[in-house]
Every structure is written in structure tokens, then in C-alpha cells.
Nanobody, 119 residues
Framework: QVQLVESGGGSVQAGGSLRLSCAAS???????MGWFRQPPGKEREGVAY?????YYFDSVKGRFTISKDNTKNTLYLQMNSLKPEDTAMYYC????????????????WGQGTQVTVSS
């Protein structure tokens, strides 16, 4: 079992930056780690993930950067040029590539950290 704990959320004005962190309770051999978010009143959506390669969803391309420090068992999300529509609860997740062709699936989830962007 892997426990994931997010931190770094907060309130910021549009155009500002935040860096989210996700600490894993132990080294995870998960081949995939990623960030997801759930805006108020909407369904959860993908933000970015690392499964060997790095993938960004269209809404954050060019503004967010995902990275991982295996020595610290920590996943990061650097968020720049934040917009009000980025307001959401942000979740960290870990999982594996499964299936043919391989696709990312996520088994472990953190409790989330709130990001609020004001205009």
C-alpha cells in the first residue's frame, strides 16, 4: 500500500504560480505517477502524468510542469500563469501501465490539496 500526501495548495491571483508536492510513504515502483484535479461542480480530470514519458492534458500545456524526485519519493507540479479556471482540488495518484496497448491506470490516490485562483 502506498500513501500519498499532497501539499502546496493555496490561493493566488491570476497569473501567479504555485508548486504542488506529493510525498509517497515509501518508494513506489509504480510505473506511473500523475496529477488530477476536480473543479467545483465538475468531474475529475487529468492534468499531467509521468509513465516513463511525460504527458500533459491540453488545458495545462505550456503552463504546468510535472517532475519527480525518486531520491525523495516526491512528485511535483509547477503551475505558472494560473487562471481562474485552474481552481480545483488537486490530487496526486500512482499506478501502472496496463493492457494492450499499454495505458496508464491509477490505483493509489492522495486526499487532495485545494488551489484557488482569483481574477
Amino acid at each position: 500500500q502506498v500513501q500519498l500526501v499532497e501539499s502546496g495548495g493555496g490561493s493566488v491571483q491570476a497569473g501567479g504560480s504555485l508548486r504542488l508536492s506529493c510525498a509517497a510513504s515509501r518508494y513506489t515502483y509504480s510505473s506511473c505517477m500523475g496529477w488530477f484535479r476536480q473543479p467545483p461542480g465538475k468531474e475529475r480530470e487529468g492534468v499531467a502524468y509521468i509513465c516513463g514519458n511525460t504527458y500533459y492534458f491540453d488545458s495545462v500545456k505550456g503552463r504546468f510542469t510535472i517532475s519527480k524526485d525518486n531520491t525523495k519519493n516526491t512528485l511535483y507540479l509547477q503551475m505558472n500563469s494560473l487562471k481562474p479556471e485552474d481552481t480545483a482540488m488537486y490530487y496526486c495518484a500512482a499506478g501502472y501501465l496496463r493492457g494492450t496497448p499499454p495505458a496508464p491506470t491509477f490505483d493509489y490516490w492522495g486526499q487532495g490539496t485545494q488551489v484557488t485562483v482569483s481574477s
